[in-house]
């Protein structure tokens, strides 16, 4: 059997010719490449989900911190309180037609619980689903008597006074209480990069690390004395 090139210059018998391919070595450090590249990008592309989650959490708590400011300039300037009872509606109840009925604004994207709740069961008075919660004001005495109310107008360094805060993935706590401990065990202060996102008291959202944060900023009465658990 002859091989005739197209140009008919030459022809050489079709056995001289080999069929091109790859061989096993060569296989096998191709393989091997690929797998180093893989281990090397996988990292990075952890670290830029994990990036997305944190600056779309901070999006979503800023929405809340600017619901707070609304909510409060429609009632006499006053937050949400955290009275309890049949018919009396909680923060994310009263905050929600300030974020245009967006269930989504009160969920982490990097929160595995709160994610997979139904949108329809998020927002409730019976359990917080949402990946939040509230400043209990315990220095106040809200914890003892719910149906005190605060006013923003009395607050001083809204700027550093914590509203609301991450807590630990499936907690139902609508409040982050001292009296409970929950500073220690369902505040969530490490979610993203060794530290959190949080709201303050002037609607701003920002980030801490663990070294910037102190349990003092969620307290107006900065003589309360916090309990130890």
């Known amino acids: 059997m002859i091989f005739q090139w197209p140009d008919n210059k030459r022809m050489l018998p079709l056995s001289q010719y080999k069929k091109a391919g790859f061989t096993l070595v060569e296989m096998l450090v191709v393989i091997g490449i690929v797998a180093i590249l893989m281990a090397v990008a996988f990292p990075a592309y952890q670290m830029a989900i994990q990036h997305a989650y944190c600056s ?19 009632n006499e300037g006053q937050l949400p309180s955290r009275a309890s009872g049949p018919g009396v509606d909680k923060w994310p109840v009263l905050l929600l037609p300030y974020v245009g009925g967006d269930p989504n604004v009160y969920v982490d994207p990097g929160d595995p619980v709160s994610t997979k709740i139904p949108k329809a069961t998020l927002i ?25 109310t605060i006013r923003l107008a009395d607050l001083n360094d809204t700027t550093n006074l914590i509203l609301l805060g991450q807590k630990v993935h499936g907690d139902r706590e609508f409040y982050m209480d001292f009296v409970e401990g929950n500073q220690n065990d369902m505040l969530n202060k490490q979610a993203y990069y060794g530290g959190s996102n949080y709201v303050f008291a002037d609607g701003s959202a920002r980030f801490l690390y663990l070294a910037q944060y102190d349990d003092s900023m969620w307290l107006v009465n900065k003589s309360y004395v916090i309990p130890k658990h």
């Open 124 to 148: 409730s008075n019976s359990s917080n689903g949402s990946s939040f919660f509230f400043n209990g004001f315990n220095d106040l005495g809200f914890y003892t008597n719910p149906d005190l």
């Open 56 to 74: 779309k959490c901070s999006a979503h708590m800023r929405s809340l911190g600017i619901a707070f400011m609304a909510y409060s300039s429609d």
